[in-house]
Nanobody, 115 residues
Framework: QVQFVESGGGLVQPGGSLRLSCAAS????????MSWFRQAPGKERELVAT????????NYADSVKGRFTISRDNAKNAVYLQMVSLKPEDTAVYYC????????WGQGTQVTVSS
C-alpha cells in the first residue's frame, strides 16, 4: 500500500517557484505532524520543513527559511510545500513523511534548479 505520493516537482530556473504536493494514506493523518525532506545526490536525507498535526505551527531548516512554506489540508490527507526563490542548492528529490513515526518512503518528486 502506497503511503505517500509526492508530485509537483520539475525543472526551474534559479529564482523560480514550485508547489509540491503529498497525498498520504493508510494512517490517521490528522493526528501526525508531517514533514518534507529532501535528498541531493551524494548527501544524506535532510529535514526541510515540519507542520504540526493541526497546522498551527511550522518550522523550517535555516537553508529554506523565508523561501519555503509548508501547509496541510487534513480533509484531503495532503501536505504541501510552496517553494519560491529557488536556488541551485535546492536541487534534490523531495519526500514527505510523518515527522516522528515514519512510514515507508514514497518515490519522491525531483526538483531541479538550474539555468
Amino acid at each position: 500500500q502506497v503511503q505517500f505520493v509526492e508530485s509537483g516537482g520539475g525543472l526551474v530556473q534559479p529564482g523560480g517557484s514550485l508547489r509540491l504536493s503529498c497525498a498520504a494514506s493508510g494512517f490517521t493523518f490528522r493526528t501526525y505532524a508531517m514533514s518534507w525532506f529532501r535528498q541531493a545526490p551524494g548527501k544524506e536525507r535532510e529535514l526541510v520543513a515540519t507542520i504540526s498535526n493541526t497546522g498551527d505551527s511550522t518550522n523550517y531548516a535555516d537553508s529554506v527559511k523565508g523561501r519555503f512554506t509548508i501547509s496541510r489540508d487534513n480533509a484531503k490527507n495532503a501536505v504541501y510545500l510552496q517553494m519560491v526563490s529557488l536556488k541551485p542548492e535546492d536541487t534534490a528529490v523531495y519526500y514527505c513523511n510523518a515527522k516522528i513515526y515514519k512510514r515507508p518512503w514514497g518515490q519522491g518528486t525531483q526538483v531541479t534548479v538550474s539555468s
